[in-house]
């Protein structure tokens, strides 16, 4: 089945250490997105690719930067996760339609935790 | 720009009740407007959407929502709750752009 797939599912970091996680698509979206959601919280937009143009929503911090280096494969990197970066990152797909966004399809997420 | 309005960020049925999850939107364009459900520790799965067809959308699970443009609202319902229904439910809007604007979700419970 085609989906959106993220490893690991559980990542534990030490505060500063970076850290990287990964998206793999096999829907040929042409748009990758990734959230950070905090517990009770609405997924928060960090960053998306529109092919390969990288799109940082304003409020990122620097500390999070993304690759992607193919179609299929996306990655959230942080430099120097800190306390309050614990969180679930979301990795989500769509494509754009006559330019429309069609539905994302998400990933199951990665529970990142600092100790 | 877009934005939408989840009325009620906690709903509890009891099993076999109406479920009926608010929300409303705004935008300066013909909005695209969505529904995900969130199990723990899991992403989002879409329920539904509406892109400007009929104005009434069936999902998946038996949920259904109504798109009322005079009202600004994209209501979810099910006749009848399930205990495997108790969730997060997120409503969306995209106004064309590549982005969703999500509310702040509503955590619905299901009572024996």
């Known amino acids: 089945d085609a989906m959106v797939i993220q490893n690991p599912r559980y990542q534990v970091t030490q505060f500063g250490k970076p850290v990287t996680l990964s998206c793999s698509q096999t829907l040929n979206h042409n748009v990758m997105y990734w959230y950070q959601q905090k517990s009770s919280q609405a997924p928060k937009l960090l960053f998306h690719?529109?092919?390969?143009?990288?799109?940082n929503e304003a409020d990122t911090p620097d500390n999070f930067q993304s690759r992607r280096p193919n179609t299929s494969f996306c990655f959230l990197d942080i430099r120097s996760p800190g306390l309050g970066d614990a969180a679930m990152y979301l990795c989500?797909?769509?494509?754009?339609?006559?330019?429309?966004?069609?539905?994302?399809?998400f990933g199951d997420g990665t529970r990142l935790s600092i100790l | 720009a877009q934005s939408v309005t989840q009325l009620g960020s906690h709903v509890s049925v009891s099993e076999g009740a109406l479920v009926l999850l608010r929300c409303n939107y705004s935008?300066?364009?013909?909005?695209?407007l969505f529904w995900y459900v969130q199990y723990p520790n899991q992403g989002l799965q879409l329920l539904l959407k509406y892109t400007s067809a009929a104005t009434l959308v069936k999902g998946i699970n038996g949920f259904e929502a109504e798109f009322k443009k005079s009202e600004t609202s994209f209501h979810l319902t099910k006749p009848s709750a399930h205990m495997s229904d108790a969730a997060e439910y997120f409503c969306a809007v995209s106004g064309g752009a590549q982005k969703l604007v999500f509310g702040q979700g509503t955590r619905l419970t299901i009572n024996p």
């Open positions: 935008s300066s364009v013909p909005p695209y």
């Open positions: 690719y529109y092919d390969k143009d990288f799109n």
């Open positions: 989500a797909t769509s494509r754009m339609d006559r330019g429309r966004n069609q539905p994302q399809h």
